[in-house]
């Protein structure tokens, strides 16, 4: 059974940095894209970052570009997203995702993944 478990979350202040990890387990996703998005209290699920199978080409949202770097191992099957100069309105759940198939660069869409975590909070404070 596949399994994406989130860890790294927690609450921090305005400027500090977090390092989210997601590991998977049930099957290797060395040759398929990844990617991370957030949910913040009612709103919608939003795309973050994904980064390439190969973890050579990555691929942001506006909103968290230069601050936010996705990266993967994987030997270890996880994938990382190491978060700087948090803001409060980076307040969110964060979700890692794998697709089922090989699937379309940027994967920035919510529809194309069949694989996704429990989420990790991130609450960062002002």
């Known amino acids: 059974q596949v399994q994406l478990v989130e860890s790294g979350g927690g609450l921090v202040q305005a400027g500090a940095s977090l390092r989210l990890s997601c590991a998977a387990s049930?099957?290797?996703?060395?040759?398929?894209?990844m990617g991370w998005f957030r949910q913040a209290p009612g709103k919608e699920r939003e795309f973050v970052a994904a980064i390439r199978w190969t973890g050579g080409t990555t691929y942001y949202a506006d909103s968290v570009k230069g601050r936010f770097t996705i990266s993967r191992d994987n030997a270890k099957n996880t994938v990382y997203l190491q978060m700087n100069s948090l803001k409060v309105e980076d307040t969110a759940v964060y979700y890692c995702?794998?697709?089922?198939?090989?699937?379309?660069?940027?994967?920035?869409?919510?529809?194309?993944?069949?694989?996704w975590g429990q989420g990790t909070q991130v609450t960062v404070s002002s």
């Open positions: 049930g099957r290797s996703f060395s040759t398929f894209h």
């Open positions: 995702a794998a697709p089922r198939t090989i699937v379309p660069w940027p994967p920035a869409r919510a529809s194309v993944y069949d694989y």
